[in-house]
């Protein structure tokens, strides 16, 4: 039989444009945290303590929604109805972690933002390592934020400032970190199980990576509590 070359080469685009499984799979987890990061984000704008404050974070629950956007971008899933395609397979990841870290006021609820979501982050820029193309293309969709860790994180400043000026929030601030991180690392092999693809780019990050002879998991969670303890160290808490 033959092809019309018209029919061809709409065969041969299809094919070159269909997503990397493995980048799809990313950015469906990227995604949805970065859901997630928007609501805690727009919650503690509300209940802010001052006009700036609130500002502050509505500016950075919009970035969040941002970022969000290119991520769909690179697999091709634009709107409502493509980013819910996208997320779907991580729908509910989050619950348990919820259920387990309730914050009691809005710092242990903005911390928890910037930990447990900020664990997810380092999540999915670690696992980005083992795409064909070295994440690249991905790390450039998330930036800065995502991309790389920001000192001027702008709920890392406010949390910050506030735990310089009480001495005992800081030091539950420092309780909650803990708690927090413990039950956002909690997930990763979770995640690694439930998705293969997940599982595969860690080792192929870890590989890359040429650390030691650590399985996949264990190097990976080593990353994330090293990148955690710097986090913790900008905010000036103890890890």
């Known amino acids: 039989m033959t092809w019309p070359v018209a029919s061809i080469l709409r065969r041969v685009s299809q ?14 987890l990227a995604t949805y945290t970065g859901l997630a990061a928007f609501g805690l ?3 503690r704008s509300v209940d802010a303590p001052d006009l700036a404050a609130r500002q502050t974070l509505a500016t950075a629950a919009g970035e969040a929604l941002g970022r969000q956007q290119r991520l769909l971008a690179l697999v091709g899933a634009p709107g409502p109805d493509g980013a819910a ?20 006021g809005w710092a242990e609820g903005l911390l928890k933002s910037v930990v447990g979501l900020g664990v997810a982050r380092d999540l999915c820029r670690e ?16 930036g800065l934020p995502v991309g790389e860790p920001r000192a ?7 949390l910050a400032e506030a735990a310089a000026a009480d001495g005992v929030l800081a030091a539950r601030l420092a ?39 650590a399985s996949a ?8 509590t090293a990148e955690h303890t710097r986090r913790m160290d900008r905010l000036g808490l103890a890890a």
């Open 41 to 43: 984000l727009a919650a």
């Open 217 to 224: 998991q264990a190097w990976l969670v080593s990353r994330l």
């Open 85 to 104: 395609a996208v997320m779907a397979p991580f729908d509910g990841a989050l619950a348990d972690f919820d259920a387990r870290t309730t914050p009691s």
């Open 152 to 158: 001027d994180d702008p709920a890392t400043a406010l």
């Open 175 to 213: 309780l909650w970190g803990r708690r927090v991180v413990g039950e956002a690392l909690g997930l990763v092999p979770v995640l690694l199980a439930a998705h293969p693809p997940l599982a595969a780019l860690a080792a192929r990050a870890r590989e890359a990576a040429d650390d030691g002879g």
């Open 127 to 142: 696992l980005a390592a083992g795409l064909p193309d070295g994440g690249s293309a991905f790390v450039r969709a998330v």
């Open 15 to 28: 094919q070159q444009s269909t997503p990397d499984p493995a980048l799809t799979t990313l950015v469906g």
